[in-house]
């Protein structure tokens, strides 16, 4: 058996272009370990957190079946519509609130990708369709009680809050990396994994000193090179804090950055002691949380406040819609992007202008 591009494929057996149906057991046999091997192929490319996003939902899948008695591979209309019932019973993340809509439509959707991919269940394509619109019915109901589920979307994290939240931080290690990495999320535009996986020999210096390119290789969805331009002050430059960063790395350590290792380290509480290994995608947003707590903001940030914080900012500053997508990886007219600029429109161009 030969292999290409890493996946078992059977040595020709005759020139005849056998039908499907006519294939024997043995040449049948080899084609279902090429689809198992494919699957694992795929599977294994896929991006940690999206192989821990559907083995969350997979995993609640699994106590809904064990509650309620039913098989665990029976994903099926039926079982799918009482799974969203049971779902929207559940506690959501944070006390006192209960599963968002959002977690409910990804949980489902986890599910019958786990079930299709990695259990070999043939799926009608249509399979979730009277589930989501349960669940869109329950929307519905919810909004007209004026119930609120979740957290809510990120808010925009902003200059003005980033230089609050540089004002309060302490002049410590921690303090320096969390100043850095706030920035750095801010003017890449990141997704909390993006900014975990970093490694320094992805942030260089452009030769000709105009700032930082910085080299997004571990993207969900954009993979993508980031032109990093300096901002005027100081206290919430990118550039500026990077720099800082590597100079108090470096200085820790006695030698220069290595190359391989991951640009944002983990740094123990108290502040001065450097640790092995990166931080997680999880704990890019908790260090955003606690910037907001430190400098006691109005708002309460997340790990997609400064991806939404610089699609904000660049729109005020009236760049144009298609370099910010460029920025932080967003399809060109992301209903997403497009989002965060419709909350902020209709104040210059309003229809109470020049009335009265």
């Given amino acids: 058996m030969d292999t290409a591009g890493g996946l078992a494929v059977p040595a020709p057996r005759s020139g005849d272009l056998l039908q499907p149906e006519d294939f024997d057991a043995e040449t049948r046999a080899l084609l279902q370990a090429v689809g198992l091997a494919a699957k694992k192929t795929v599977a294994d490319s896929r991006p940690e957190n999206t192989k821990d996003g559907y083995e969350q939902d997979w995993g609640t899948w699994e106590s809904f079946t064990a509650e309620k008695g039913l098989p665990v591979l029976g994903v099926e209309e039926g079982t799918l519509v009482a799974f969203v019932h049971w779902l929207w019973q559940q506690p959501g993340k944070r006390a006192g609130t209960s599963t968002a809509p959002s977690t409910i439509r990804r949980r489902l959707s986890g599910v019958i990708v786990t079930g299709r991919q990695e259990h070999g269940l043939v799926l009608d394509r249509k399979v979730g369709a009277l589930a989501r619109e349960y669940l869109g019915a329950l929307v519905k109901q919810m909004e007209k009680a004026g119930e609120v589920r ?99 790395v470096e200085e820790l350590i006695g030698e220069p950055l290595d190359p391989d290792e991951f640009a944002f380290r983990r740094v123990h509480s108290k502040g001065t002691t450097l640790m092995a290994g990166g931080i997680t995608p999880e704990a890019v947003g908790d260090v955003i949380t606690r910037c907001g707590e430190i400098a006691e903001l109005e708002i309460r940030p997340t790990g997609h406040s400064p991806r939404r914080g610089l699609a904000t900012a660049s729109k005020k500053a009236k760049n144009d819609r298609a370099a910010i997508a460029k920025q932080g990886g967003w399809a060109p007219n992301s209903t997403a992007m497009e989002g965060y600029f419709e909350e902020e429109e209709g104040w210059e161009d309003n229809a109470m202008n020049g009335v009265g």
């Fill in 150 to 248: 979740g957290t809510g979307p990120a808010p925009a994290l902003l200059p003005v809050h980033m230089k609050k939240i540089s004002k309060a931080l302490p002049e410590n290690l921690r303090g320096v990396r969390d100043r850095s990495l706030m920035t750095m999320h801010f003017a890449v535009a990141g997704r909390e994994h993006e900014l975990a996986y970093l490694r320094n020999r992805d942030i260089t210096e452009d030769s000709d000193g105009r700032g930082l390119l910085v080299d997004i290789r571990v993207s969900k969805v954009s993979p993508r090179k980031v032109k990093v331009k300096p901002l005027q002050d100081t206290r919430i430059c990118p550039v500026t804090s990077w720099r800082a960063y590597r100079a108090a």
